[in-house]
């Protein structure tokens, strides 16, 4: 008996351990599959920009404080990191050539000039340095900035002056060909970190600043050497800022937001997005092609930020709505895209360079988000039909001649052939440009290009330099004695020819031929005496009959 209750104790407490287990068992949930929905079209197309197989991601000295692309083909890209400015193949990803000799701290900006010829980028012991691309030599340095350099920008389309700013909270507007400092531009009171030029016009820039504000400046104002013609307000310490493609918008970002604001408007504030939970740190506009219902492409312009939280988030601003967020190991400091839409690079705090191509499917225009958009419905196999962005739609019937029932014939425009002296003025070589404009012997040229020697105040060093002989000086001297008595180059003539004279006097008294040209200049310019003072005795003395026979 005294078994039989023990092994019925021992059967009620494992019964009773078998329902508590049974009553907090827990089963393991399932997977959520609201992360497993259909992607978009849109993050379809922002996906497909990956590095090729044989490509690693690049890891750099330090920090990559800034990317900027070519504006022209091959779309090559600079990034700055420690004191070195590397350029990159946008279509290798591979590193090109890479700049460091000149700089002694850390570069923190580069930019471009329209023509991918030059690049300036700043450094943190306050210079601004201009390079050729090609030959990668210094050209120029500017010297104004007592702190370090953080913004250092080309126009959209000038390219003889740029403008930077830095921790001395000054922006500075540069004439690059003399060195010279045209505007000093006071408004911010605190770190100057970024800044963006214009799209519609080479005359406007904006700057951002630590002090939490936007300003817009045009150096047109003559009041916007002591204060910018509009202020924004942002309310966090400002670390980048761009303008939008049509001119009227810009995208600021500071602390976890990015902000629109409406610069036509009076600078009115359009969005706020705070989908970061970190300091954004760069902006950039990226460019997809989308194909509209009625069959036709319109381009679509988004805006791009990166954060300290590793995010890069895809804003399409004219719906206010995030389209895609892609996350990365690292936080990250910049981000830039390519004109031509085929290439994204993205820099972090370590060094790591995550630059992405998009694959071109076809020919030239068919890798459009029109590849995703329209065909979500379709077979992979399905031929679509020829639209307007693609290249076989412009190609198809390229050889027909237009017969007379077209109504309208597109003719090919005719390529600019520049004169000699217009080449060499625009690579700087100011001697050899007067010396081609005197020898085509057109006094038209000749004249412009003096004038354009004076604006970039070369003009006497073009003298000073040349040969004393008769194939430049003689040259210079021959010109003066023949057009210094017209009219309409007189003024320029005679002065010049007065500063000739002062400056290459002992050449020209130790050369007989030059001597000559002196001679003749001097005796027409006396003969041009004698005749404006016979006009104007025959103008006295006809002045009183004139005026006698107006009162009859």
Not at 326 to 347: E, W
Not at 514 to 534: A, M
Request: glycine share 6%; proline share 4%; aromatic share 8%.
């Amino acid at each position: 008996m005294a078994i039989d209750q023990s092994t019925a104790k021992m059967a009620a407490e494992e019964q009773s351990r078998n329902s508590l287990t049974k009553t907090f068992a827990v089963k393991p949930k399932l997977k959520s599959t609201l992360n497993k929905s259909t992607p978009t079209a849109e993050s379809k197309y922002w996906r497909s920009f990956k590095a090729p197989k044989d490509h690693q991601s690049k890891t750099l000295i330090s920090a990559i404080t800034s990317i900027a692309f070519a504006p022209t083909a091959p779309y090559d890209f600079a990034v700055t990191h420690s004191a070195t400015v590397t350029i990159f193949s946008s279509e290798t990803l591979e590193v090109k050539s890479t700049i460091s000799s000149p700089f002694k701290d850390t570069v923190s900006s580069a930019s471009f000039r329209s023509d991918s010829r030059l690049v300036a980028a700043g450094d943190h012991s306050g210079d601004v340095r201009v390079f050729d691309v090609k030959s990668r030599q210094p050209l120029r340095r500017l010297r104004g900035h007592s702190r370090p350099v953080h913004l250092v920008q080309y126009p959209r389309y000038d390219k003889l002056h740029l403008f930077s700013g830095g921790d001395d909270a000054v922006v500075k507007y540069w004439d690059i060909t003399t060195e010279t400092e045209l505007s000093n531009l006071v408004g911010h009171k605190d770190y100057v970190r970024c800044g963006d030029a214009s799209p519609v016009s080479d005359d406007m820039f904006i700057s951002g600043s630590y002090d939490h504000t936007v300003r817009v400046w045009d150096i047109r104002v003559p009041s916007s050497n002591s204060g910018s013609v509009m202020e924004i307000n942002h309310g966090k310490p400002v670390e980048d800022v761009i303008y939008l493609p049509s001119g009227g918008l810009i995208a600021t970002a500071g602390g976890n937001s990015v902000k629109i604001w409406d610069v036509i408007g009076g600078g009115r504030l359009l969005h706020t997005m705070e989908s970061h939970n970190k300091a954004v740190t760069s902006l950039c506009v990226g460019q997809i092609g989308k194909r509209e219902s009625n069959g036709e492409d319109a381009n679509q312009y988004r805006i791009l930020s990166v954060s300290l939280d590793g995010y890069m988030k895809v804003l399409d601003y004219s719906k206010y709505k995030i389209t895609h967020s892609m996350r990365f190991p690292n936080p990250l400091l910049s981000v830039a895209f390519s004109p031509d839409c085929s290439t994204r690079v993205i820099g972090t705090s370590n060094g790591t360079l995550y630059a992405g191509r998009r694959k071109v499917k076809g020919s030239v225009g068919e890798g459009d988000l029109g590849d995703y958009i329209g065909n979500e419905q379709e077979g992979p196999t399905r031929q679509r039909a020829l639209r307007p962005s693609y290249f076989r739609y412009f190609h198809r019937g390229q050889n027909e001649k237009p017969s007379q029932d077209d109504n309208y014939v597109i003719m090919r425009p005719k390529k600019v052939k520049l004169a000699a002296h217009d080449k060499l003025l625009k690579k700087f070589r100011h001697k050899e440009a007067l010396l081609a404009a005197l020898s085509d012997k057109n006094p038209e040229n000749v004249m412009a290009v003096m004038e354009e020697l004076i604006a970039r105040r070369k003009l006497l060093t073009c003298v000073s330099n040349l040969d004393a002989g008769e194939e430049e000086l003689g040259m210079l001297l021959k010109f003066l004695q023949r057009y210094s008595t017209m009219p309409r180059y007189a003024a320029l003539c005679m002065g010049l020819a007065k500063k000739v004279v002062e400056m290459r006097g002992e050449d020209i008294r130790s050369s007989d031929g030059l001597r000559r040209h002196v001679r003749n200049l001097k005796r027409d310019v006396e003969e041009e005496i004698r005749i404006q003072q016979s006009l104007q005795e025959i103008q006295g003395i006809i002045c009183p009959m004139l005026r006698i026979a107006a009162r009859r």
